[in-house]
């Protein structure tokens, strides 16, 4: 059954226009990569989804349409997000933190700090004297905690040092294989995205370009879509 459904959607900046055709369609459980190059479209994709700023075109989640809902309207519905840049409430605590965007659901203090045990020992810190990777296993921990339906993640391994983006990565693969969580993952590492998505779609000048798996990206195609 499809949970996401984005077909021939279009954005713009002011004059600028940043979207020309993005067509995505993510299935429940299911982990969809979304991959391309810096600047591409991909971040602008998901704050249309998350109704971060307008857009035109198919934008269907849960079988509602997203067209004139705000994002905390979004967030409700069961779009659980961890922005680009981590943004924890920098003056709360761990758990302040958590217990702020907590709803019903799977997803309490405990479970979260079974996924992420760093958060449990330092629970009553504030988000600012953490370190860049406990602050992001504070951001997913936060999206968790919406009990989400659909749970996505911009960038979230960006500028970790490699022993924290592979807890990330382990703790991905946990939530895939323990809650089978539809995700839709934007991070630039092929090698460990083929470890847990499903499938990969890649966006080019703000368009989509190529859809399939992990595992048919060729060299090819990833020397001509993603710089490597």
Known sequence: MTLLSVQSLTATYGA????????LDIAEGEVVALMGRNGMGKSTTV???????AAQ???????????GLKSHQAAQLGIGLVPEGRRCFADLTVLENLIATARPGHWNEARVGALFPRLTERRDQVARSLSGGEQQMLAIGRALMTNPRLLVLDEATEGLAPIVRQEIWAALTRLKQQTGMAMLIIDKSLRELGTVADR????????SVWDGTPEQITEEI????LGV
């Open 200 to 207: 990969a779609v890649i966006v080019e000048r703000g368009r």
């Open 47 to 53: 704050k249309c989804i998350c109704r971060m700023m």
């Open 222 to 225: 990833a020397e001509r879509y």
């Open 16 to 23: 600028s226009q940043a979207l020309f055709g993005v067509d």
């Open 57 to 67: 075109g198919r934008l269907i989640f849960a079988g509602r349409d997203l067209h």
